[in-house]
C-alpha cells in the first residue's frame, strides 16, 4: 500500500517552454501533497505543500508563479514549471500523506522527475 | 532553527561488516523521525517512523532507535543490495526537515 506515482519520468523540453507534471496517490487519498526539488547529491528542498481544494502554500524563495501548483483531488497533483530556463533543470519529486500502513504523517515518495532544460 | 544532521556523509563497508548511521536533530515539538532509503536516481523509499524516545523498530537487516537528541540506524551484516543513500528527516507541527543523508556502499 500506499503507492505514489509520477508522470513523466524525464522530461527535456527547450527554453520558454512550460512543463507539467502529475502526481499521483494510487492506494490511498491523500490529505496533502508535497514537492520537492533535488539536486545532485544534495538532500531534498521542499518547493510547496498542497491541501485538496486548497491554494498551495510555497517556501521561502520559491516562486509560486513560476512554480504552479493544482491540488484538484485527493489522489491527483500537479507542478506545472512555467517558461522554463536552463537553471530549473532539476530532479523533482512528490510525496503524499494520508495513508494509514504508516501512519497519517508519513510521506510517501513518488519515482521522481528529472526535467532538463536546454 | 530547526535542523537534522547525519554523519558520516559517506560510509563505505565490506559485505557482513555492521555499523551504524546517524542522525542528530534540533527539531522543536518533533512530531515524528523519519528514514527512508534513496536509490540514485529514485525517490525515496519509506523505511521507518519514530515517535518518542526509546522506540526502535526493524526490518530485515535495519533497526532504528531513537533517543531525545538523536536516531541511529543499525545495519547488520550488510550486504551490497544495501548500498544506497539513506535519509532522516524530523517532523514538527509545520513541516519536515531532512538530513543530506549517508551515502552507504558495501562491497562484496
Known amino acids: 500500500g500506499a503507492v505514489v506515482s509520477q508522470h513523466p519520468s524525464r522530461v527535456i523540453c527547450k527554453s520558454g517552454t512550460s512543463v507539467k507534471i502529475e502526481c499521483r496517490s494510487l492506494?490511498?487519498?491523500?490529505?496533502?501533497m508535497f514537492w520537492y526539488r533535488q539536486f545532485p547529491k544534495q538532500s531534498l528542498m521542499l518547493m510547496a505543500t498542497?491541501?485538496?481544494?486548497?491554494?498551495?502554500?510555497?517556501e521561502q524563495g520559491v516562486e509560486k508563479d513560476k512554480f504552479l501548483i493544482n491540488h484538484a483531488s485527493l489522489t491527483l497533483s500537479t507542478l506545472t514549471v512555467t517558461s522554463a530556463h536552463p537553471e530549473d533543470s532539476s530532479f523533482y519529486i512528490c510525496?503524499?500523506?494520508?495513508?494509514?500502513?504508516?501512519?497519517?504523517?508519513?510521506?510517501?515518495f513518488g519515482p521522481g522527475t528529472r526535467l532538463t532544460v536546454l | 532553527e530547526d535542523q537534522v544532521t547525519q554523519s558520516p556523509e559517506a560510509l563505505r563497508l565490506q559485505e557482513g561488516e555492521s555499523s551504524s548511521l546517524n542522525c542528530s536533530y534540533t527539531?522543536?515539538?518533533?512530531?515524528?523521525l523519519f528514514w527512508y532509503r534513496q536509490d540514485p536516481g529514485k525517490g525515496p523509499e519509506f523505511l521507518f517512523t519514530?515517535?518518542?524516545a526509546g522506540e526502535e523498530k526493524e526490518k530485515e537487516r535495519l533497526k532504528a532507535t531513537l533517543t531525545k537528541k538523536e536516531s541511529f540506524l543499525h545495519i547488520t551484516a550488510p550486504k551490497p543490495e544495501d548500498s544506497a543513500t539513506y535519509l532522516c528527516a524530523g517532523l514538527n507541527n509545520n513541516d519536515m526537515r531532512f538530513g543530506a543523508g549517508t551515502r552507504l556502499t558495501v562491497k562484496p
Open positions: 492506494d490511498f487519498q491523500a490529505t496533502t
Open positions: 519514530l515517535y518518542s
Open positions: 527539531v522543536s515539538g518533533l512530531r515524528g
Open positions: 510525496s503524499a500523506s494520508g495513508g494509514t500502513s504508516g501512519g497519517t504523517d508519513t510521506q510517501y
Open positions: 498542497s491541501n485538496e481544494g486548497s491554494k498551495a502554500t510555497y
